[in-house]
C-alpha cells in the first residue's frame, strides 16, 4: 500500500474541492459548490490564510486536510487550526487518517505554528479517539459561532447607529 500526504496545489484544486463536498454531505453540512470553490481558491490565492494536504493511496486522492492560521494570545504566536481533516469511507481504518494528522501537524510545525487546536463533534467519537491517539487533550470549552451578514456597500458606516 503506497500511502503518500503533500501539501495540495492549484492543479489539485478539483480534488481538493471534491474531498471536501464529500465530507460535508457525509456530515449533512450545507456548504453550496460555488461557496466552497470560492473558499479554497482563497486559500490558494494567499498561502498566509492556510494550506491543504493532499493524501493519496496508491497514487489516488483519497483524503485531505485543511489548517488555517491564526495568530493567538493564548498560544503566543501563530497556530494552525484544522478545520478539516477527511479520508474517504472505502479507505479507512487502515491508518490513513493518523497518517494524515500526524503531516498535517508536521507541516504546521515546519510553518512556524506554536500549536495545533481543532474541533470535533460529539457524535463523532472515532474522531475524537483518533485526536486523543495523536495527543490531543480536550478543553472544556463550548464554541460558538455567528454568521455576519454581508459587509455594507463603500460609504456607509459599520456598527453604532449610522450617524
Excluded at 2 to 14: H, K, L
Excluded at 37 to 58: I, N, P, S
Excluded at 66 to 82: F, I, N, P, R
Amino acid at each position: 500500500m503506497t500511502f503518500s500526504v503533500a501539501p495540495a496545489t492549484r492543479a489539485d484544486r478539483r480534488e481538493v474541492r471534491r474531498l471536501l463536498a464529500a465530507q460535508f454531505e457525509e456530515l449533512e453540512i450545507p456548504v453550496p459548490a460555488a461557496r466552497l470553490a470560492a473558499a479554497v481558491d482563497g486559500v490558494f490565492e494567499d498561502a498566509a490564510r492556510g494550506a491543504f494536504l493532499l493524501a493519496r493511496l496508491e497514487g489516488r486522492p483519497v483524503g485531505v486536510a485543511y489548517l488555517s492560521y491564526q495568530w493567538t494570545l493564548e498560544h503566543g504566536g501563530k497556530v494552525a487550526w484544522l478545520e478539516e481533516l477527511f479520508v474517504e469511507a472505502g479507505t479507512r481504518s487502515r491508518g490513513l487518517g493518523g497518517r494524515l494528522l500526524a503531516a498535517a501537524c508536521d507541516h504546521a510545525r515546519a510553518e512556524g505554528c506554536r500549536a495545533v487546536d481543532l474541533e470535533v463533534e460529539t457524535a463523532h467519537p472515532r474522531a475524537g479517539r483518533l485526536y486523543a491517539r495523536a495527543g490531543f487533550t480536550s478543553l472544556d470549552r463550548r464554541r460558538l459561532s455567528r454568521v455576519l451578514p454581508a459587509p455594507r456597500r463603500r460609504g456607509r458606516p459599520i456598527g453604532g447607529n449610522g450617524r
